[in-house]
Each structure stands twice: as C-alpha cells, then as structure tokens.
C-alpha cells in the first residue's frame, strides 16, 4: 500500500464506476490535503491586496506572499528573494525571457539554440524573437535513445549562439538532458541559459546557483501546488538591466502624465493583483515534497518505470518511444502507440477502465516529426502511484485492439 495515497482525497474518488487510475501527471499533478487546506486557509483568514493596505488584513497577506517567496528562494537555492518572480505558470515565465530579455539583447545575426523536444512554450517565443530580430533558430537533435550527445551540444552551441533555451526534462520521451553540459558550453561561447523545469522540478532538486543557469521556469500545477501560479528565477544582474513585460498597478515607482519609473525587483515584473493564494500553495507543496523527500520520489518513480517498461514490452503491438533499455537519465514518462489504432481511441478505451493517461502531440509537434509519428499516447508517473495503477492499465492497455476488431 503506498503511505501516500492517503494524502490526496481525488485518488479515493472513481472514474466512471471504476477507481481512478491517474497516470497522466506530467500534465498535472494531484494536490495533497495540505495544499488544498494552505489555500483554503489563506481565503478564510488572510484574504486581502498584498502591499497596497496599512491595515492588519494587507499586512498579513504580504507577509504570507512573500514568505512563499523565500520559501522557492530556499527550495532551489537562489541568491536572493527578488530573483524569484512569481507568475502565472512556466508559460508565462518563458515568454517573459523572450519578451524582455530577447527582444531587447538580442541583434540580428546572433543564434538562439533549442532542443528539437521542447514544449512549445519553450519554441514558439523564441520563433517570435528569431523572427522580430533576425535572429537564426539552430536545434539540437537527439540520439536512437533521445539522449543529447557530447558532439551535438557542442556541434549546435557555437560562438555566435547567444542564447540556449532548452528543457531539463522531455515532456514526451522523459529522458534528463545533460543541462550542466550544455549551461558550461553555452557560458563558454558567451550565450545565456534559459532552463525549462516544468517537468524536472517535481522530480528531483533545482539548485540554480549549483548549475549556474541563468534562467529557469517551473509550473506550481506540476509540482503538487495550485494551479495559475509558477515561477521565473533569473540571476539579479540581468532581470535588473530588463524592461519589464507586462505594465501597470503595483509594477510602477511613479506615474506622471508622459512617463512612468518602474519599481526594483521583484515587483517590476509582477503587475496587477498576485495570485497570493497560489503562492501559499505552492510554499505548502513545496513543503509536502520535501517531507516526502526526493530519494523518495526517485526511488518509487525508477521502480515503477522500470516495472511499467518490462510490461510494454510483453504487450504484442506496442511502440515504446525513446529509451527503452535503461531508466537511468529518465523520468516515469512514457510515450506509446497500439498499432492501426490513435492514441485518441486508446486513451478513450483505457479511459472505460479508469484510466487516465494523455493523448496527443504534447505541445511538442518538431519532436513528433523527429519521431515520424502524429500524435501518442503518454503515461506519467508520479510518487503516489503503485504498481496496482500499473497493472490495471497494462490490462486495460492488452483489451485496445480487440475492442476496434483486431485480433490479438
């Protein structure tokens, strides 16, 4: 029985009249009773506008808003609180980079190097920068096994390359990129890093000033917290000298009729009312996940990709994507297809036996032409899964092709 299981009310409900079997967590996350209580209580007892009041009610929100603050400060070892902008979600954070950090540095003739499986969040603002700017897109591609070679990161990240936006963790193939590889030969050529963490952060630990990046992004959503509320960590020193990327209440120092001054860090870039309660579920979560512990979570994930791998395997018409042979540098994410049948019907027939897994392109369209395919199916593994969850999908998973009128 997993200790967890208990923590999360969702996974005690049933899908359809069967027990919900929740494998699509690198979608989202389920939020443990403490998160959903953090929030609920922020609502009943501390509900106010953070920094705008003198009154008590003002007073406490701010202080709350800001101690989750230090709280992500201390979780992924930032220099300091200011360099810890709260947002909306990785999204957000990512197209604030490219909006006032890309647009404003980056010339034309210079090169922006990326991944071939980043999310689009990842891809799409930096098209956007690339083509404002005449800026060149160059892309690193994987090897047979979706791992980065040596040769290929230092192939793609040249002296003209001024900036390397890249994921920590494939959203579709789950493979762990070598990011202090690239982050030393990117800083090497002079380039800045923009590190996606979105699907590395629930896993395992973000030490920013350890890696040196000097960007990253993560999703509260992902990570057990609320969703509506992420974060971007830039180094002080650049978030200081950016424009900021969105204007008006709280972002400003003075007003006049002709002109404005912005306010210092980290206000600049947090205009308008924050998410406060989002922000005090995700301190909560963040401190679930370290009372869980990440050798916790690693342990039971590794376990559980390799038990799900081995029963693929002995499914007849399956097609596992990405490394197969070995779950180290990997996550519990694992991207599938049944042949003659989509991944939308799959997903729809495991779905009748309570199963939830994700279908689709995964906001990852160049990776699916790299890998020559539409669309898949994605399973995503998280601690509070177990091996039943496991079973009752490869079950459900044998049964696909017989339904549409296969044979086995």
């Not at 049933?14 to 443990?32: H, S, W």
């Not at 201390?74 to 609180?81: P, Q, T, V």
């Not at 083509?131 to 002296?159: R, S």
């Not at 992902?222 to 200081?240: C, F, H, N």
């Amino acid at each position: 029985m997993n200790p967890y299981l208990i923590d999360f009310p969702i996974l005690q409900e049933k899908a359809t009249e069967k027990r919900l079997v929740y494998l699509d967590n690198a979608a989202t996350t389920q939020k443990p009773l403490s998160v959903i209580k953090a929030v609920e209580e922020y609502y009943r007892a501390s509900n106010a506008n953070p920094y705008r009041g003198l009154y008590q009610l003002s007073v406490k929100a701010t202080q709350e808003y800001e101690n989750a603050r230090h709280t992500v400060n201390e979780f992924i070892g930032a220099e300091d609180d200011s360099e810890i902008i709260f947002t909306r979600n990785a999204t957000e954070s990512l197209n604030l980079v490219a909006y006032s950090y890309g647009l404003p540095f980056l010339q034309k003739g210079d090169e922006i190097t990326l991944s071939v499986m980043e999310h689009h969040s990842n891809l799409v603002p930096w098209q956007m920068v690339a083509k404002a700017k005449g800026v060149k897109l160059n892309f690193l591609y994987p090897d047979a096994t979706g791992h980065f070679t040596d040769e290929e990161i230092e192939k793609k990240i040249t002296q003209n390359t001024k900036l390397v936006a890249v994921t920590y963790v494939s959203n579709v193939l789950g493979t762990v990129n070598p990011v202090a590889k690239i982050i030393d030969t990117a800083h090497s050529a002079g380039a800045v890093v923009v590190l996606d963490c979105a699907q590395s952060i629930p896993h395992f630990p973000l030490n920013v000033k350890d890696l040196d990046v000097d960007f990253a992004a993560f999703s509260g959503h992902k990570m057990l917290a609320p969703m509506g509320i992420g974060v971007l960590y830039g180094k002080k020193m650049l978030l200081e000298k950016m424009p900021p990327f969105l204007t008006g209440g709280e972002m400003i120092e003075y007003v006049y009729e002709q002109d404005a001054t912005f306010a210092q860090l980290p206000q600049k870039f947090e205009a308008g009312t924050p998410n406060v309660g989002g922000a005090v579920g995700m301190a909560e979560a963040i401190r679930y996940l370290q009372k869980v512990g990440y050798d916790t979570i690693q342990k039971t994930e590794s376990e559980l990709l390799a038990y799900t791998l081995q029963g693929l395997s002995g499914i007849p018409h399956v097609t596992v994507y990405g490394d197969t042979a070995s779950t180290r540098n990997r996550c519990g994410v694992i991207s599938f297809n049944v042949d003659d049948v989509h991944p939308h019907d799959v997903a729809t027939i495991l779905n009748e036996d309570g199963v939830a897994v994700r279908a689709g392109h995964h906001c990852a369209q160049p990776l699916m032409r790299f890998l020559n395919v539409n669309a898949t199916c994605r399973l995503s593994l998280y601690f509070y899964n177990t091996k039943e969850d496991i079973d009752i999908f490869l079950e459900s998973l044998k049964k696909v092709r017989g339904w549409l009128g296969y044979g086995a």
